[in-house]
Structure formats: structure tokens, C-alpha cells
């Protein structure tokens, strides 16, 4: 399985103790104690509405074909257990060979429609998509720009206040985003606040890309504790931070969870990887090492980090990548596992030794009796065979 090998009454535990318990300690006397200011973010969650300039930008660079990839799914045989298992997915094409490239998007139901016109996501929309786990490269981007704002670099040590436990910030991302520890994002969310967190997104542009519960289910919207920050002989504090945001996702039964388009899954890989083609509201505030940095760890698998798990762990499409790529190419990827719904998701870059470069964003929700193994082979038979029709229609 996909899921971190803890206990959910650990995990349970370690938020009680740690979010309820946050009497701070008394310093060092030789540790200089400064205190910091949050960036101040908007409250209002609702989509924002591009500019007409904005929009006269985004067509200038961007075709859309929500056609193609079923043609390829019938033509192939894979349409109807496509519709059996909700198949969505977002294929972006980066064409090199022009002087000004241009990216081309095809769809297949994920287009986001309000069906019950209550402005929020929730699973009775049209294009409705569960994140999973790949929330998480949002969430280790914000925390990079984060620390970039505070002027302290990703080595950078935290701890929840009047707790004994440090932790890297460095390394939580890497967790986050190789193994897909939950604990480690769970830190991290708190870390930035849920305000911020969501608000920050928006403000990107990425207007539907909500947080609204820790991960395994833990709460939702909760206040953060305060947290402190050390950096060699220097310790920070940051303040507690409440949450004043309304749950903005919806799954079934009126769960409440986490949310993202696929489109704003997409770009927020694009933003990271080409940001020259995002517009200039979707811009992070990240340092270029920083940015090179995420990438390399998007790359790597959990050995080549030093984690204790197997080389195909959370790696939905590595033997595509393989297949596709070759030795030359590069595969960047986050998946997740929806632990409620059954739904596997995938989010990749990947490049061809021939310098084709291609955003993923894949999702399956197969009967319970499914396993993995079949689903995994399934994501990459279909991958395939659309990648190889789209190579073929330059």
C-alpha cells in the first residue's frame, strides 16, 4: 500500500499531545529570541476571476482539446473501463519546436462544472477531483517560500512550542514528497496555518486548490500552535495562528476534504518547472536553488534519498518513465491514494530523450476489490498508449 505504516490512533496521539499541550519552555539565555510577522493573506476563498488581459495572455499560449483523449481511449479498447473506473485526466503538451512554444491542454473529465451551482467542490460536480497526496507539493513550495520570506534558509529547524522535538523542514518536504509521510505534512500545514495556506493558493490563481483537514483525516481547519524556528544559534518564534476559513470541499457524504483542479495541479508543477510559461500571477517566491532543489527531489526515488522503502513506492508511472524517457529523459511525479474513496492519482512531469516534455495530472476510483497492482498496470497501459498517439500528432 501507498499509506505511511502508522497507526491511526498514533498519529491520533501525537496531534493531541502536541496541539493541545503547547505551554512554551523557558530559553536558553544564550539563544537571541526574535520574534516574526506573518505575511498578511486574504480570508475570502472564492475563485478569482482572471483579468481581460490576463485571459488575452493565457489563449496566447494555450490550446485545449477535450476530444482527443477519448478518440484514443475507444480506439484503443480502454474507454469503457475507463468510464467503469472514472478515469480523469489532464495531458499537457509542451511543444519545442517552435520559437515560442506552446502548450497544449486535452481533457478528459476533468474539467471542473459547478452541476449543483453551490460555488464550492464537492463530489456531485462534474470534473469533481480528489487530490490525495498531491496536495503535498503544494503545501513543501509554500513552506519553501515561506522560509524565503523569513530570510532563513531550508536547513532550518522547527518545533511546536513548549515540545522537545526538532524537526527539518528540509527534511519533512522530502517526506512529504518522496515517501508521502503524513506526519510530516501534517507539521508542515501547520507551519504555514490553513489561512495562509489557502489563501496564498488563491491569490497564485490557483483558485480552486483548497486544504481544509490534515492528512489521515485529522481534524479539519484547526488553529496552529506556535511554533519555533532555529536556524545555527538563533531560535524564532512565530505566534499561534488561528483559522477563519470555512470548509471550501466537500467528498462524499459531505466529508470534508481536500481539493484541487486538476488544471491546478498541472500548473503548479509548470510553475516549478517552466515558470516561464505561467502567468505572472502564478509566480512563486521561491529562490532558484530552492526551486532546482524540489525538482531533484520530485526525481528521486525513496532509496536514492536514504528512506527504507522500496524503489517503486508512491512511483505510479516509473516503469513508463523508463519506457518513455529512456536513460536521457527525467520523470518528476508525486501520487497519492484517496485511503476513503479508492482513488489513485497521479501528478508527473516527464521529459523524452527526444526533448518532448509532457504535465500529467491521472486519476482512477476502481471497485474496492480492485488491487493495486492491477490498477497500477492499468494507469500505465492507457498512459502509453496516449502518450505515444500524442507523440506521433505534431
Known sequence: MFFEKISYCLLLGFFAINLLSCQPKQQNNNQKIEPISLPIVKEDLTPNSPTPELAENQLKIKEENITLLETILQKNNQ???????Q?????????????????TYYYYQSIRKDTNNNQIQD???QGFFNPASTVKVGISTLTLEKLHNLNLPRETKYKIAGTSQWYSLEEDIKKALVISDNQATNRLILFLGFNHLNSRMN??????????RLMLNQGTL????????????QIIQQPPQKTTQKPTCFEVGKTIGNCATARDLAEILMALIQPEFSLAKNQFNLREEDRLWLQKIMSKKPRELGFNYENTFCRFLDPLGNKIAHKTGKLLSKCGVGLF??????????????????????????????????????????????????NEND
Open 123 to 125: 463530489s456531485e460536480d
Open 341 to 390: 474513496s479508492h482513488t489513485f492519482v497521479d501528478t508527473s512531469f516527464l521529459e523524452t530523450d527526444q526533448g518532448a516534455k509532457y504535465y500529467l495530472v491521472i486519476a482512477v476510483t476502481p471497485p474496492s476489490q480492485i488491487s493495486q497492482t492491477e490498477v497500477i498496470k492499468w494507469f500505465n497501459i492507457t498512459t502509453e498508449l496516449i502518450l505515444n498517439e500524442l
Open 222 to 233: 484547526v488553529d496552529s500552535p506556535a511554533f519555533e524556528l532555529k536556524f545555527q544559534d
Open 203 to 212: 491569490s497564485l490563481g490557483f483558485n480552486y486548490y483548497s486544504v481544509n
Open 87 to 103: 478515469y480523469k485526466a489532464l495531458f499537457i503538451k509542451v511543444n519545442p519546436t517552435q520559437n515560442s512554444p506552446k502548450l
Open 79 to 85: 474507454l469503457e473501463q475507463a468510464k467503469q473506473w
